[in-house]
């Protein structure tokens, strides 16, 4: 399955692993990572924080796995109207990569089960989903 995956997944599977770890494992080796030059971006920009210093090899190394398998798209000209404008490049990289799938833990922003035909799901609801 076609899936983008939010910064926050990255993020959290850098700092304890878990089940965003589990993610990007199985996202890695048995699923289509979608990914566009905007979201390669943030995670970059994120992994340059000084508050990331103490994963931050962890962190690139999991960006660079992304960035070696995943295609890349640019973004679609989609608008969703969702809570924070700058996390619309995920649904757009999304419909642009016909990705089915969002995983994110951004419950905030991301209120709605489906947007278009891309599924939020959160990281576990995806390790539930695959198996």
Same mark, same amino acid.
């Given at each position: 399955?076609?899936?983008?995956?939010?910064?926050?997944?990255?993020?959290?599977?850098?700092?304890?692993?878990?089940?965003?770890?589990?993610?990007?494992?199985?996202?890695?080796?048995?699923?289509?990572?979608?990914?566009?030059?905007?979201?390669?971006?943030?995670?970059?920009?994120?992994?340059?924080?000084?508050?990331?210093?103490?994963?931050?090899?962890?962190?690139?190394?999991?960006?660079?796995?992304?960035?070696?398998?995943?295609?890349?798209?640019?973004?679609?000209?989609?608008?969703?109207?969702?809570?924070?404008?700058?996390?619309?490049?995920?649904?757009?990289?999304?419909?642009?990569?016909?990705?089915?799938?969002?995983?994110?833990?951004?419950? +905030?922003?991301?209120?709605?089960?489906?947007?278009?035909?891309?599924?939020?799901?959160?990281? +576990?609801?995806?390790?539930?989903?695959?198996?």
């Amino acid at each position: 399955m076609r899936v983008v995956i939010d910064c926050n997944v990255v993020v959290s599977a850098a700092r304890s692993g878990g089940v965003c770890g589990k993610v990007i494992v199985a996202a890695v080796r048995d699923h289509q990572i979608v990914l566009s030059d905007p979201i390669l971006d943030e995670y970059l920009m994120i992994a340059g924080r000084r508050k990331h210093t103490d994963y931050r090899d962890s962190l690139l190394a999991i960006i660079k796995e992304i960035e070696k398998v995943a295609i890349e798209v640019e973004p679609a000209e989609t608008v969703f109207g969702i809570r924070d404008p700058d996390d619309e490049v995920y649904l757009a990289t999304a419909v642009a990569g016909d990705a089915i799938v969002l995983i994110t833990g951004n419950t +905030r922003d991301f209120t709605e089960p489906n947007y278009g035909s891309v599924e939020v799901l959160s990281p +576990r609801a995806f390790l539930d989903r695959i198996k």
